[in-house]
Every structure is written in C-alpha cells, then in structure tokens.
C-alpha cells in the first residue's frame, strides 16, 4: 500500500473516529435528556470555519503549517463529516424559518458543490492530460490566432498553387467561420465532439473533388481542426474547474455568516439556558 | 503600473572583482610567473586582456598552517595555483565532524511572513540596477567566497588514518570541479604557510579559450589527478592494495569524449522527434567489438545501448562512478579468446571515461575480489543481454521488469533530462490547472513566477520549465561575472542578482530554456534602462528551490493534489514510483 494511500485511510479513520466520539456524546446526552443542539452546533460551526481555514491557507505562499496536499486532505475530510455533523445537529427534520432555510440551503449547495469539485478534480484532470499538448488557460487566445492564421495562409498557399477554387469555396463557407469565432458558451460549458467530427467528415467528403495540390492543403486543415478542437477542450474544461472553485467559494463565505448568525441568534433568544448548552 | 523610466550605466563585468585589493604589482609579479609568463598579451583582445583577467577574475591568499581551501564534497569553480609553500590534499573521505561543514540555515518563519507582507506590488523590484541592488524577495546570492579562517578538525589525527599528497609551488590544483562543475573529489588544506592563486572559472575559461599554454597546463592536471582519485573512490577497487591501485593506475587509460560544452550543438526540439541522432552522440565502444577492458565512467553520463532493426534501444545511462563491459571483459579472460560486447556506450554530453585493459583487471583487480563481488558486479548488467533485449521491447517491459520504464528511460535521456537532479515533475493526471504552483512560486520571487507551466512531456508526466540544479549546469560555463553559481554547500544553483549584468549568457546556454531574462523596475515600478541603448535593463531569473524559506520549494507546498513535486531525474526508478504511484 502506497504511502499517500495509507496517509488517506489513517486521516479518515481518524475523521470517523471523531465522529463516531461526537455521535456517541450526542446520543449520551440526548438519552440524559440533556440539550444537544448547542454541542452538534459549535461542533458544526468549527467545521464550517475550519474548512474555510484553508482558503486563507492557500494565500500565504510560505506557510508554518504544512503542505497544500495536507490541507486539502483536512478539507475534504472536514467537508464529508459536516454532512453526518449536520444530521446529528437537526436530525430529520427540515428546516423552517427564512433563516434557517436560508443555512440549509446554502449548506446543501456547498456541499453538493463541493462533493461535484471532488468528483471533478479527480476525472477532468485525466481529460485534460489525454488530448493534445498542453495547454495554459491563458494561452488560448493566442493559440486560436495562431491556427486561424496558419489555416488561412495553408488555404491561400494551396489556391495559388492550384487555381482552384473549390477548397477555397468550402473554407470560406465552413472553416473559415469555425476558425475565426470562439465555441459557443454551450460548447464550452458542455463540449463535444460533434462539430469536429462534422467538419472533418464534410473535409473528406470534399476531399474527392480536390486537385492534388489541394489535397495537400487539406491534409493541414485536417491537422488544424483538430489542434482547435483540442484547444477549445482543453479551454473547456479548465474554465469548469476555475468556475467551479468560484462558485464554490462565492457559496461558502455566505454560508459561514449565516451559520454564523444562526448561532448567535440561538444564543440570544435561548434564555438563561443557552451558556449551559440547550439550543438552538 | 508607471512606465517611467530610470537611466544608469549598464553593469559591466568587472564592476566586482574577485578580490579588490588586487593591485597592478601583483599582476606584474603573477605575470612572471609559470606559466603566465608564457602568455602573450596579443592573444587578448582589448575588451579582454590579459592583465584586467589576472586583475579582477584572480586573487592571492595567504593562507596558515592547516587552513582548509577547500572540502570534499563542496560545490566550487575555482582553480588553484600555489605560489609560495604547499598544500596537501586528502584522498580519502573524511568524517564530517572533521570537515565542520554546515548547510545553510532557511529563514525564520516571522522574517519570512514579514518579508512577504511588505513586498512590493511591481514585479522584478531592484533598488539598484548594479551591484549594490538586490531583489526585494531574492534569497541571499551565492558566492564563490573563501572561509577565512577554518580549519580540519584534529588535524593530527587526519594525517594519520588518511591517505595525503603534497603538492609544492608552481602546480595547479582544483580543476576537475571547475572543469566538470561537479563537486570537489578531495579535500585541500595549507600545509604550513602557504600563498595561492585563486583563478574562478570566469578568468580560466578565458585563458583555457585564448592560451593553449594555459589550455594544455590543465587539461594535463585534470587527467593526471582525476584518474588516481577516481580509481580510489570506485568500489570495487576500493579496497585493492596501494601497489596494485597504482599498477592498474599506470595501466589505465583516461579519455574525453564529447564537450565541455556540449550544450552548444544540443538541441532539445529536435530530440523530440525520432530520428538517428543517437548516431550523433560520440561513440565510446561499439556493440560487437572485442571486450578487452572495462570502462569506468568518471564524470558526464553515458547510454548503454543496443542495435534493434534500425534503431537503438536504450538499456541504461550510467553516471559517475558506473562501469560498463564488465562481465564480457572477466568472460574474455576466462574462455581465453576475445568477446563481444553485448552494448554500445555513448556519450550524453561530456563524459570522461577510464578504461581498465583485461590484463590489468586479471593481475591486479580480479585476485582481490570475492565471488559474490564478481557476481553482483556481472549481475548489474545482465540486461544487456541479446535475448533479453528482444524480450524487452516485445513485452513493453524494462530491464528492471516494470511497465513503461523503458519509455521513460529513452524519454529522459533523450533530452537529457537525466541531468535534473531537483527538476520540477507535475502530474497532469492529477493537476487541475489551478496554476497555485505559479502563485505561489511568484509571491516568493518578486511577483513573477520562476517557471513555466510548460515542458516536455511523456504521458501524464511532464517535466516544467523551471531550473532543474542539474549535475552539469552547463549554464554557468558563459557567465562573464560567476553571477550563477552552485551554493557551495546544497549544490542548488543561484543567481547573485547584483552581479547579473543581464547578458544573457546563461538563458541561451540552458538546453532546458529554464531561465528568463526580465525586466527590472524601481521600488516606484519605474523601468531600469541603460542610458546608452534606452533599453531596458534585464536580469536572469530562475528557480532558486526557495533555498532561503522555511518548508521548501513553494510551489511543491503549494499544490493541493500532490500533482507537482522536484524530482532527481538521474534516479529513473523514483521517477517511475512517484508517476505509476496510486
């Protein structure tokens, strides 16, 4: 077993463990008929602030407190165990008040988004590695630039030397129009290889009704679809990631606040109980 | 950002000598000197001459009795000629009690934290264009400087369990590291009072360039000394008798192959497509010739290869300290007729071999050797084997039997990237592109990352543009000031930031394209340009490992998927661990 993998198993067991200790005190309070809203609560709220914690940590360049990779562990840990932390704090039962719905809700999407970055930061990496060369988000411009500029100048190169104008014609009316603009936000929200696949298929068809001269310049065409296909997945799917880490973000510092006031809430209209524990 | 300007003088070499109390009448006497006094100063150009090298790029020290000049193990460029008294140089290694070496201390956390809280908000801020400036986040630079005043702990004690050798006036020492730049083999201290010539690698590789009297003087010492120090740190000879380690001394055969600076005619784009190029790396023996000696790789790396169809296939590099043609050299002797070599051997770059003849190994080495020593010695090259060869590329396996090593293997040897020994290795299939490496990397380097998300790749793994503190940094062959250099201690290779005079020498020389050339702006974020040209002043930029921070290269702490992480690229296994890790 590789050293990573026992480091995950030795943190999750030690997350379980916590848990477990947190369900058991709640169910030995619960059947002493003490108050446990208070103690899931505080217990939740730290984890909520704690998840936050690494936010700042990714900030400061130079920590004193170990690696990113160590952090993100914490994290995920933390995240998956706000969800039975949660379920110990309002077992069962939805929320009712526009605050607390307004907590639940944002907590749901937090969470949610937070299980969907896990499950993409761990299978669009894969994607991105499997197509084409590398590419850097902001690169992608300049690349596109690039190709349009090489496939004007292989279909000029390739008319002049034909006199033909039948490539010509069908780049003007297909390619030219695909190399010139950027995906659809469709596309780039959801990108498939359709269009490819639908503009080399026509590059074939067309292919039989080419001079030889010709011919060479489509092979390039056919070289320089994909190139932009790549380019456009590979924008794709690093623009997913980065509006993912956005939203995510955008959610959980209103989750926080609001957490944050539910608490105080609870505290403030509690009564002379609250110091002792028995709310919300 | 302003976009004003600031005019100064462009820095120049020699705006910082090696030594300033250099004066004219030292020149004059060193010019007297062997084998200065067979130069002519026509040989230099007026830009370079003769006296201005003597004057800036060399130094005289007076050193006392025991006074280290310089330890084994220790990173330096510079070369020695003594003048006055002797130097005794231990051949064996020394407990590093006696050697009293320390590694650099990082910053402390606070001094960190603070020193990032008030950085500037403008990249590449220099508070001086020359010599006097510094970056605002730049670690400490490094220097070639003498320890004044340290000396070999129990120095009687030294003397008695080591093997010596005294070297007297007028004799060159301490060329294999400025010549190799690997680290020093031996260690050098004063025996009794004694007055050298410091020569740095700047003023050397100007006379070795314009003086063949100067370019033979050395090379000759380098061959002499490099062969009896290597033969004695090889393990198996290690423990042959003084008497028979000198025969096989007398009997063995030193040679270069390829170029000090081989860098020049490398070119890494065109290593990325396949091609017969391999036939271009100096060949050192050829598969099928007769094994009548085994070769013992000195310094530089070598490919250890075999004919498949019409292309080579690579079965292993070897570094310093490797042999090759062992067990065809020890089955010659012992069927009595000459065997094939089952492998050619060529040279990556600059490589020195020693070359043991068959009948110095039967009389002087092979007597002294048991049978599990021969064993294990043949046993390491077993794979070069005809049948196993075959088997290899049919099963996609490598000689060490795991999937895909082999590929990277060629992967990494044919950009030499072997040469990595803190290369920067991201797992594309992990890396989410969230590009915190380069935040982070930047708000520890003058807000401008020192490297580049890029490189080559082979599969998911992909090498970065960022300094790998290669086992050759050929980019310090051409700096004209010693600005980048090899911390003495680690080996991690740095730019002094105010002795850069923006050349550019070491940005063309890295066959890795791992250093910038930037833009330097004023704490105000005005641009330094020269007053002469009106354009702007430039600085080299790389990867310093973050020598200076506590915890670490930032970039590796910075990545939350454990996809990015330095790598010794030499250690081809450890690579193929981390990239088939679950």
Same mark, same amino acid.
């Given at each position: 077993?590789s050293?990573?993998?026992?480091?995950?198993?030795?943190?999750?067991?030690?997350?379980?463990?916590?848990?477990?200790?947190?369900?058991?005190?709640?169910?030995?309070?619960?059947?002493a008929?003490?108050?446990?809203?208070?103690?899931?609560?505080?217990?939740?709220?730290g984890?909520?602030?704690?998840?936050?914690?690494?936010?700042?940590?990714?900030?400061?360049?130079?920590?004193?407190?170990?690696?990113a990779?160590?952090?993100?562990?914490?994290?995920?840990?933390?995240?998956?165990?706000?969800?039975?932390?949660?379920?110990?704090?309002?077992?069962?039962?939805?929320?009712?008040?526009?605050l607390?719905?307004?907590?639940?809700?944002?907590?749901?999407?937090?969470?949610?988004?937070?299980?969907l970055?896990?499950?993409?930061?761990?299978?669009?990496?894969?994607?991105?590695?499997?197509?084409?060369?590398?590419?850097?988000?902001?690169?992608?411009?300049?690349?596109?630039?690039?190709?349009?500029?090489?496939?004007?100048?292989?279909?000029?190169?390739?008319?002049?030397?034909?006199?033909?104008a039948?490539?010509?014609?069908?780049?003007?009316?297909?390619?030219?129009?695909?190399?010139?603009s950027?995906?659809?936000?469709?596309?780039?929200?959801?990108?498939?290889?359709?269009?490819?696949?639908?503009?080399l298929?026509?590059?074939?068809?067309?292919?039989?009704?080419?001079s030889?001269?010709e011919?060479?310049?489509?092979?390039?065409?056919f070289?320089?679809?994909?190139?932009?296909?790549?380019?456009?997945?590979?924008?794709?799917?690093?623009?997913?990631?980065?509006?993912?880490?956005?939203?995510h973000?955008?959610?959980?510092?209103?989750?926080?606040?609001?957490?944050?006031?539910?608490?105080?809430?609870?505290?403030?209209?509690?009564?002379?109980?609250?110091?002792?524990?028995?709310?919300? | 950002?302003?976009?004003?300007e600031v005019?100064?003088?462009r820095?120049?070499?020699?705006?910082?000598?090696?030594?300033?109390?250099?004066?004219?009448?030292?020149?004059?006497?060193?010019?007297?000197?062997?084998?200065?006094?067979?130069?002519d100063?026509?040989?230099?150009?007026?830009?370079?001459?003769?006296?201005?090298?003597?004057?800036?790029?060399?130094?005289?020290?007076?050193l006392?009795?025991?006074?280290?000049?310089?330890?084994?193990?220790?990173?330096g460029?510079?070369?020695?000629?003594?003048?006055?008294?002797?130097?005794?140089?231990?051949?064996?290694?020394?407990?590093?009690?006696?050697?009293?070496?320390?590694?650099?201390?990082?910053?402390?956390?606070?001094?960190?934290?603070?020193r990032?809280?008030?950085?500037?908000?403008?990249?590449?801020?220099?508070?001086q264009?020359?010599?006097?400036?510094?970056?605002?986040?730049a670690?400490?630079?490094?220097?070639?400087?003498?320890?004044?005043g340290l000396?070999?702990?129990?120095?009687?004690?030294?003397?008695?369990?080591s093997h010596?050798a005294?070297?007297s006036?007028?004799?060159?020492?301490?060329e294999?590291?400025?010549?190799?730049?690997?680290?020093?083999?031996?260690?050098?201290?004063?025996?009794?009072e004694?007055?050298l010539l410091?020569?740095?690698?700047q003023?050397?590789?100007?006379?070795?360039?314009?003086?063949?009297?100067?370019?033979?003087?050395?090379?000759a010492?380098?061959?002499?000394?490099?062969?009896t120090?290597?033969?004695?740190?090889?393990?198996?000879?290690a423990?042959?008798?003084?008497e028979?380690?000198?025969?096989?001394?007398?009997?063995?055969?030193?040679q270069?192959?390829?170029?000090?600076?081989?860098?020049?005619?490398?070119?890494?784009?065109?290593?990325?497509?396949?091609?017969g190029?391999?036939?271009?790396e100096?060949?050192?023996?050829?598969?099928g010739?007769a094994?009548?000696?085994?070769?013992?790789?000195?310094?530089?790396f070598?490919?250890?290869?075999?004919?498949?169809?019409?292309?080579?296939y690579?079965?292993?590099y070897?570094?310093?300290?490797?042999?090759?043609?062992?067990?065809?050299t020890?089955?010659?002797?012992?069927q009595?007729?000459?065997?094939?070599?089952?492998?050619?051997?060529?040279?990556?770059?600059?490589?020195?071999?020693?070359?043991?003849?068959?009948?110095?190994?039967?009389?002087?080495?092979?007597?002294?050797?048991?049978?599990?020593?021969?064993?294990?010695?043949?046993?390491?090259?077993?794979a070069?084997?005809?049948e196993?060869v075959?088997?290899?590329?049919?099963?996609?396996?490598?000689?060490?039997?795991?999937?895909h090593?082999?590929?990277?293997?060629?992967?990494?040897?044919?950009?030499?990237l072997?040469?990595?020994?803190?290369?920067?290795?991201?797992?594309?299939?992990?890396?989410?592109?969230?590009d915190?490496c380069?935040?982070?990397?930047?708000?520890?380097?003058?807000n401008n990352?020192?490297?580049?998300?890029?490189?080559?790749?082979?599969? !998911? +793994?992909?090498? &970065?543009?960022a *300094?790998?503190? @290669?086992? %050759?940094?050929?980019?310090m062959?051409? #700096?004209?000031?010693?600005?980048?250099?090899?911390?003495?201690?680690t080996?991690?290779?740095?730019?002094?930031?105010?002795?850069?005079?923006?050349?550019?020498?070491?940005?063309?020389?890295?066959?890795?394209?791992?250093?910038?050339m930037?833009e330097i702006r004023?704490?105000?974020?005005?641009?330094?340009?020269?007053?002469?040209?009106?354009? !702007? +002043?430039?600085? &080299?930029?790389? *990867?310093?490992? @973050?020598? %200076?921070?506590?915890g670490?290269?930032? #970039?590796?702490?910075?990545?939350?998927?454990?996809?990015?992480?330095?790598?010794?690229?030499?250690r081809?296994?450890?690579?193929?661990?981390?990239?088939?890790?679950?």
């Open positions: 077993m050293i990573l993998r026992r480091r995950w198993l030795r943190s999750a067991a030690i997350a379980s463990a916590v848990v477990g200790a947190i369900a058991a005190e709640t169910a030995r309070r619960r059947d008929l003490e108050p446990t809203a208070a103690f899931t609560g505080w217990w939740l709220l984890t909520l602030a704690f998840l936050m914690l690494f936010q700042l940590r990714k900030k400061i360049a130079a920590p004193p407190a170990g690696s990779s160590l952090w993100m562990r914490g994290h995920l840990l933390a995240g998956f165990a706000a969800l039975p932390l949660l379920l110990l704090h309002a077992p069962w039962r939805l929320p009712n008040g526009a607390e719905i307004a907590v639940a809700a944002l907590f749901a999407a937090a969470w949610c988004s937070g299980v970055g896990f499950y993409w930061t761990r299978t669009l990496p894969r994607r991105l590695s499997s197509v084409g060369e590398e590419v850097l988000l902001e690169h992608v411009p300049r690349l596109r630039g690039q190709i349009r500029d090489r496939a004007s100048a292989a279909i000029l190169e390739g008319v002049r030397l034909s006199g033909d039948t490539l010509g014609e069908f780049y003007r009316q297909r390619l030219q129009p695909y190399f010139d950027a995906p659809r936000r469709t596309d780039r929200l959801f990108p498939s290889p359709r269009l490819r696949k639908t503009l298929a026509e590059l074939t068809h067309v292919a039989r009704y080419l030889d001269q011919r060479s310049a489509a092979e390039q065409l070289a320089l679809v994909r190139q932009r296909d790549a380019v456009d997945y590979h924008e794709a799917l690093q623009w997913r990631l980065r509006a993912w880490l956005v939203v973000l955008a959610l959980t510092w209103p989750l926080l606040m609001a957490a944050g006031l539910h608490a105080w809430l609870a505290y403030v209209f509690a009564g002379d109980g609250a110091a002792g524990g028995s709310l919300p | 950002m302003a976009d004003r005019a100064v003088a820095p120049r070499r020699w705006a910082e000598p090696l030594d300033d109390r250099m004066r004219d009448v030292d020149v004059d006497r060193l010019l007297r000197l062997e084998p200065f006094c067979r130069i100063p026509a040989d230099f150009p007026s830009f370079l001459p003769l006296r201005g090298i003597l004057r800036n790029d060399a130094r005289i020290r007076r006392r009795p025991g006074e280290l000049i310089f330890r084994e193990g220790d990173y460029s510079s070369v020695y000629l003594i003048l006055h008294g002797h130097v005794r140089v231990v051949l064996d290694r020394l407990p590093p009690a006696a050697l009293g070496r320390e590694l650099p201390r990082p910053q402390g956390w606070l001094a960190t934290i603070a990032l809280a008030t950085r500037s908000r403008f990249p590449e801020v220099r508070r264009a020359g010599p006097n400036g510094g970056s605002s986040t670690a400490a630079p490094p220097r070639d400087a003498p320890r004044r000396f070999v702990a129990d120095l009687p004690a030294v003397l008695d369990a010596t005294v070297l006036a007028g004799e060159f020492f301490g294999s590291a400025a010549l190799t730049r690997t680290p020093r083999a031996v260690t050098a201290y004063s025996d009794g004694t007055t410091e020569l740095r690698w003023g050397l590789r100007d006379l070795m360039q314009r003086t063949r009297v100067i370019r033979d003087h050395v090379e010492v380098y061959r002499r000394n490099s062969l120090v290597h033969l004695r740190e090889t393990p198996f000879l423990q042959l008798p003084p028979a380690l000198q025969e096989v001394a007398d009997a063995a055969d030193f270069a192959y390829g170029r000090f600076d081989w860098h020049e005619s490398f070119d890494p784009r065109a290593r990325s497509r396949s091609g190029w391999i036939e271009d100096p060949l050192i023996v050829e598969e010739g094994a009548d000696a085994v070769l013992l790789v000195r310094s530089g070598a490919r250890l290869s075999r004919r498949v169809g019409n292309g080579h690579t079965l292993a070897l570094g310093r300290g490797e042999a090759c043609g062992w067990s065809e020890v089955a010659s002797l012992e009595g007729r000459p065997v094939p070599r089952r492998a050619s051997l060529r040279a990556v770059g600059y490589v020195d071999v020693v070359s043991i003849p068959a009948e110095a190994l039967a009389r002087h080495v092979l007597p002294f050797l048991g049978p599990a020593e021969r064993r294990s010695l043949a046993d390491g090259q077993a070069a084997s005809p196993s075959a088997a290899l590329v049919a099963n996609g396996t490598s000689a060490a039997g795991a999937p090593e082999q590929e990277l293997l060629e992967f990494l040897v044919e950009r030499r072997i040469n990595g020994r803190q290369a920067m290795a991201i797992d594309l299939d992990r890396c989410t592109r969230c915190d380069v935040v982070a990397c930047a708000a520890v380097h003058d990352p020192r490297f580049v998300r890029q490189g080559p790749r082979h599969g !998911p +793994l992909q090498i &970065a543009h *300094c790998m503190h @290669c086992v %050759d940094p050929v980019c062959i051409g #700096c004209p000031t010693g600005a980048i250099g090899r911390d003495e201690a080996g991690v290779v740095r730019i002094n930031d105010p002795t850069c005079i923006g050349c550019g020498s070491c940005a063309t020389s890295c066959p890795y394209d791992n250093i910038r930037v004023t704490p105000a974020g005005e641009l330094w340009i020269d007053e002469a040209t009106r354009q !702007p +002043l430039l600085k &080299a930029a790389k *990867c310093d490992l @973050c020598a %200076d921070l506590p670490g290269p930032a #970039c590796q702490n910075a990545c939350p998927h454990d996809a990015l992480v330095r790598l010794d690229l030499s081809v296994d450890r690579v193929a661990a981390w990239k088939h890790r679950p």
